[in-house]
C-alpha cells in the first residue's frame, strides 16, 4: 500500500509542477489580486505549500527502509 501511495505522489508533484509553470505562471500577469498581493505571488505560494505538505506526507509514506547497521 505504502508504494502505491508513493507513486500517487510522485505523479502529483509532477503534474503540480508542470501544470504551473505551463499553465499558472504566464509572464507579465498580476489579475486577479487578492487583497493587495500580485497573482503571481499568492499563486506561487499557494504552490509552495502544497508541496511542502506533499513533501511532508512523501515522508511519511516512503516505502524504502534506511539500513541501521553499517
Same mark, same amino acid.
Given at each position: 500500500?505504502? +508504494? ?13 509542477? !508542470?501544470? *504551473?509553470?505551463? /499553465? !499558472? ?12 498581493? +500580485? =497573482?503571481?505571488?499568492?499563486? *506561487? ?5 502544497? /508541496?511542502?505538505? !506533499?513533501?511532508?506526507?512523501? +515522508?511519511?509514506?516512503?516505502? =524504502?527502509? $534506511? *539500513? $541501521?547497521?553499517?
Amino acid at each position: 500500500m505504502k +508504494s502505491r501511495s508513493w507513486t500517487l505522489l510522485i505523479t502529483t508533484v509532477i503534474a503540480l509542477t !508542470l501544470i *504551473s509553470f505551463v /499553465l !499558472l505562471f504566464k509572464q507579465g500577469k498580476t489579475e486577479p489580486m487578492l487583497g493587495d498581493v +500580485s =497573482y503571481i505571488f499568492w499563486i *506561487s505560494f499557494s504552490v509552495t505549500c502544497i /508541496l511542502v505538505f !506533499l513533501t511532508f506526507l512523501g +515522508s511519511r509514506v516512503f516505502p =524504502y527502509k $534506511e *539500513s $541501521e547497521g553499517k
